[in-house]
């Protein structure tokens, strides 16, 4: 079973400038979150998708982030205009209730590691 | 607001020690607990735990659950240098729609 997918892997840009991440949930799952981690933090939820409608996005910042998941599958996270203070792992998470497990385990991508200067 | 604190920030061992990592929580509408390894970037299951005094094994690991004084432990015997992580616990409230609520993490070390 191919795991969740994210690109792209490393990203460096300047200070105000647009970014944007992309991730591919485990086939099938329904849930789909997005999380933030700082170096030395946990991982900080910033939206959920369930299929393609949001089910919490309290924790982001919607004056310069926003996400969106279209057809249910995908999904596609954007900074825009960046700050020095995004500089962060960006992890993709999906999930399922149909698994053993439930839906309180989520399977996470490789993250995107965004360095803003 | 919901605290999920883990302890220690940071170990380290040498191989063969066994440690316990802890993590203790207060968060409302508790449904349950997860442990995740860390090693470069994507975090992996570990454990999930919902129910107090049933201990969770995996090989050299296990993690047990205390609702009544609000913590878990993450036990690893017999380390070795592939243990060496960063581990994190997580919790899920009921009324979340099954977001995961982390600690910082504790990071492991363990030497040769």
């Known amino acids: 079973e191919a795991g969740v997918a994210q690109s792209p892997r490393y990203k460096i840009i300047e200070k105000r400038q647009s970014v944007a991440f992309w991730c591919n949930p485990i086939?099938?799952?329904?849930?789909l979150y997005w999380y933030q981690q700082i170096l030395g933090q946990g991982p900080k939820l910033l939206i959920q998708?369930?299929?393609?409608?949001?089910?919490?996005d309290s924790q982001l910042p919607k004056d310069r982030f926003s996400a969106e998941r279209l057809k249910g599958v995908d999904s596609t996270l954007k900074i825009q205009p960046a700050k020095l203070e995004d500089s962060a792992v960006y992890l993709c998470?999906?999930?399922?209730?149909?698994?053993?497990?439930?839906?309180?385990?989520?399977?996470f991508g490789p993250g995107t590691r965004l360095t803003v200067l | 607001e919901d605290k999920v604190v883990q302890s220690p920030l940071s170990l380290v061992v040498h191989e063969g020690d066994t440690v316990t990592l802890n993590c203790s929580y207060e968060?409302?509408?508790?449904?349950?607990l997860l442990w995740y390894k860390q090693e470069k970037k994507a975090p992996t299951f570990l454990f999930m735990l919902?129910?107090?005094?049933i201990e969770k094994k995996s090989g050299r690991l296990s993690s047990i659950l205390d609702k009544k004084e609000l913590f878990s432990i993450l036990n690893i015997t017999a380390t070795q240098t592939g243990d060496s992580a960063v581990y994190l616990c997580?919790?899920?409230?009921?009324?979340?729609?099954?977001?995961?609520?982390f600690g910082k993490g504790t990071s492991l070390l363990v030497t040769p």
């Open positions: 998470a999906s999930s399922s209730p149909g698994l053993k497990r439930g839906a309180d385990t989520q399977y």
């Open positions: 086939s099938g799952h329904a849930t």
């Open positions: 998708f369930q299929n393609n409608g949001v089910v919490d």
């Open positions: 968060v409302t509408n508790f449904r349950s």
């Open positions: 919902t129910s107090s005094g």
């Open positions: 997580a919790v899920v409230r009921s009324n979340s729609g099954y977001a995961l609520n």
